[in-house]
């Protein structure tokens, strides 16, 4: 039984002047989910994460906030959802505490909750430095993290990251993603926008931007079966000349992609026979592997690969 | 009421009160740089010309000339050179090292004694003409004094006309300057103050997070002005410390008027500034447009250095535009006549009016949403 989504969005779009930065976008999310944006820079991302906080008001189009429209203005939105900005987290010349008191000030939030979800949610970060250290001292993965708390002071059923990892190390970025699934585990629901593969695997389901068109979504493995439906091959031909075989491959019938990752090409073909065939001819000293796709692959074939 | 929260407003100014307090720089600019200001130009800018090189041509020599020449050199303004051998006083006016010439003819005692009419030539530089205009201002003065001292019964004019003034009975071009300087800074510095603030927020992306709160914008808006305003109050008390005690300006109004004239004014230029930031959004421009907004308007088009009175038409109205017209005159009036309401009835609704119109302004320019 499906309960009704927590965020539903309806022909959305945005633009400013002449430009379309969000065009006709439609999806929608339950509650406890990790939705990812997956998309290069300028896909609109940003901009829909924007509306969809209240941040910007769209130019046609509804969505369901939590409930909520854009009758206000996007105010109402703004009371029940938690929003971290890509660019900024917290003021670096204020303190822990300051920073946090500021948030709840800007909240309305009573003295005695403010310190409980204060508590609460330093538990949840293990955050455990005092509350007059410097923000400018703090190292970004734990500045990430307090930004996190910040944002979450409200208790908002639905948070929204932009790029909450970029320029952190990759150890605080798993951190980070370990709180994410902590949290969608406490029922709320997180939508987050990323650049990296990798993160954009541990979301439940990833919505693929381009141009402001939704061109895919679906959780990473549909996604990699729907644009490779048959076999991929990895194709090592261990430092040898190679040209004359890959320029021959692209011509090859059958072939969906074929892509260089550092030494090795990957091949992906519609079935197995034309796998088969166009693979016949392999030079004998280069080695072949079936792989999975990667959400890198799939990023390639439908992001990049339309723009041929 | 559901338009403004007051306990929002107080989070933001509190949070503002942080960063200053956090920034020396920001501290000082606000409590010292106009105290700094105030001081210098209070003791560089001088309208009144003294030591006036007076060159003179003696060919009397004779008792009533050199009383003549006394009269000029206890004036105080003017201090005698005698022309080089060979060199006529014309040269030395000519050559800059005398700003004026003193010609006295040969007979002059003796026409004296014979009950005559007597002259003198006096030539004047007028390349410079701030500084001829003053010192023209002095010579009925002195024609008096030496009426006075040659004893000499000169011709009654039908009528004379006698100036006495009043309120800055010594003409003291300080006492009339510092009210005005302290405008000026005040000023400027309540526009630099808050128009890099919004921007900031705007530059370092805080303001999207700002804004992605149910926080309005009047709510920032008085946030913001409140902490600047004390701040730049504060600078203010410190100016009016160092005008009385230091340069010693006169204080002849009422102090709670003067600084609800103070309020007026410094919250129209805090809401300028705020106007700038929150059209900019950037920092570097929103100082350039501060500054030129700021600083030039107020200098020449308030009536601090031109009489407003003597502008074109068109710029006497475009003054009314401008707060700091409007508070020097209340300024001057307060401290140099001690003016009551009553009568700064017009500069006082005009500032009102200003700084009302400014912050509204501000307020209908300040757009929610993030629209590049």
Wanted: glycine share 10%.
């Amino acid at each position: 039984m499906k309960s009704t989504p927590v965020l539903e969005v309806k022909e959305l779009s945005i633009k400013f002047g002449d430009f379309t930065a969000v065009d006709h976008v439609s999806f929608s999310v339950e509650r406890g989910e990790i939705f990812g944006f997956l998309g290069a820079n300028g896909a609109g991302k940003t901009t829909t994460i924007r509306m969809l906080c209240g941040l910007l008001v769209p130019t046609s189009g509804s969505a369901s906030v939590g409930g909520l429209g854009f009758a206000d203005g996007g105010r109402g939105i703004k009371k029940i959802v938690g929003y971290m900005s890509q660019k900024f987290t917290l003021y670096n010349d204020l303190t822990v505490g300051e920073n946090l008191d500021f948030a709840a000030g800007l909240r309305k939030l009573a003295p005695a909750y403010a310190k409980k979800r204060r508590k609460e949610l330093f538990e949840l970060i293990g955050f455990n430095r005092p509350l007059s250290t410097m923000v400018a001292s703090l190292p970004g993965g734990v500045k990430q993290e307090l930004a996190l708390a910040a944002a979450m002071l409200h208790d908002p059923e639905i948070v929204f990251l932009d790029e909450p990892t970029s320029g952190v190390s990759p150890s605080s970025r798993a951190r980070f993603w370990s709180l994410i699934r902590k949290i969608t585990a406490m029922g709320k629901t997180v939508i987050v926008t990323t650049h990296y593969m990798d993160e954009a695997e541990q979301c439940g389901r990833i919505a693929l931007m381009r141009t402001g068109r939704l061109i895919a979504l679906d959780s990473p493995e549909e996604l990699k079966k729907a644009a490779f439906p048959g076999p991929m091959a990895e194709l090592d031909f261990k430092g040898e000349e190679a040209g004359a075989f890959i320029s021959g491959l692209e011509k090859a019938a059958g072939l969906l992609e074929l892509s260089p990752h550092g030494m090795r090409w990957h091949a992906a073909f519609a079935d197995k026979p034309a796998m088969d065939a166009a693979l016949a001819a392999l030079p004998p000293s280069a080695s072949l592997s079936l792989i999975k796709p990667s959400l890198e692959d799939v990023f390639i074939r439908l992001v990049e690969g339309t723009e041929r | 009421m559901n338009a403004f929260n007051i306990h929002r407003a107080y989070s933001i100014a509190r949070k503002e009160v942080m960063h200053i307090l956090r920034d020396p720089f920001t501290l000082a600019l606000a409590l010292g740089l106009p105290v700094m200001l105030v001081t210098f130009f209070g003791f560089a800018i001088d309208y009144e010309v003294k030591n006036i090189s007076l060159a003179v041509s003696d060919r009397d020599n004779g008792p009533a000339s050199r009383r003549l020449k006394e009269v000029f050199s206890s004036s105080g303004y003017f201090h005698l050179v005698e022309p080089a051998p060979g060199e006529g006083p014309v040269a030395m006016v000519d050559s800059g090292r005398a700003a004026a010439a003193l010609f006295i003819e040969p007979d002059f005692s003796k026409n004296i004694q014979g009950g005559g009419r007597v002259e003198a030539q006096f030539v004047l530089d007028g390349s410079d003409n701030s500084k001829a205009g003053a010192i023209i201002g002095y010579l009925p003065g002195i024609q008096r004094a030496a009426e006075a001292k040659l004893g000499a019964p000169l011709p009654r004019e039908p009528f004379s006309v006698e100036t006495r003034f009043l309120y800055n009975p010594e003409l003291n071009s300080r006492w009339f300057t510092v009210p005005g300087l302290a405008a000026i800074i005040i000023g400027l510095l309540a526009i630099m103050l808050t128009a890099l603030t919004v921007a900031r927020e705007w530059e370092n992306g805080s303001m999207e997070l700002l804004l992605s709160t149910p926080v309005r914008p009047l709510e920032i808006i008085i946030g913001k002005l409140a902490p600047y305003g004390l701040l730049v109050l504060a600078g203010v008390f410190f100016v009016y410390l160092v005008s009385r005690l230091v340069l010693g300006v006169p204080f002849e109004g009422s102090h709670l008027l003067y600084l609800a004239a103070c309020l007026l004014f410094v919250t129209a230029a805090l809401s300028q500034g705020l106007l700038i930031s929150v059209i900019t959004r950037q920092q570097q421009v929103a100082m350039q447009f501060g500054m030129i907004t700021g600083l030039l308007p107020s200098m020449l088009l308030s009536g601090f250095i031109f009489p407003v009175e003597s502008m074109p038409p068109f710029f006497r109205y475009f003054t009314m535009l401008l707060p700091p017209r409007w508070f020097m005159a209340a300024a001057r009036g307060i401290t140099l006549k001690g003016a009551d309401l009553g009568e700064l009835a017009v500069p006082f609704l005009a500032l009102g009016l200003l700084s009302f119109g400014m912050l509204a302004l501000a307020l209908i320019k300040f757009k929610t949403d993030l629209e590049p």
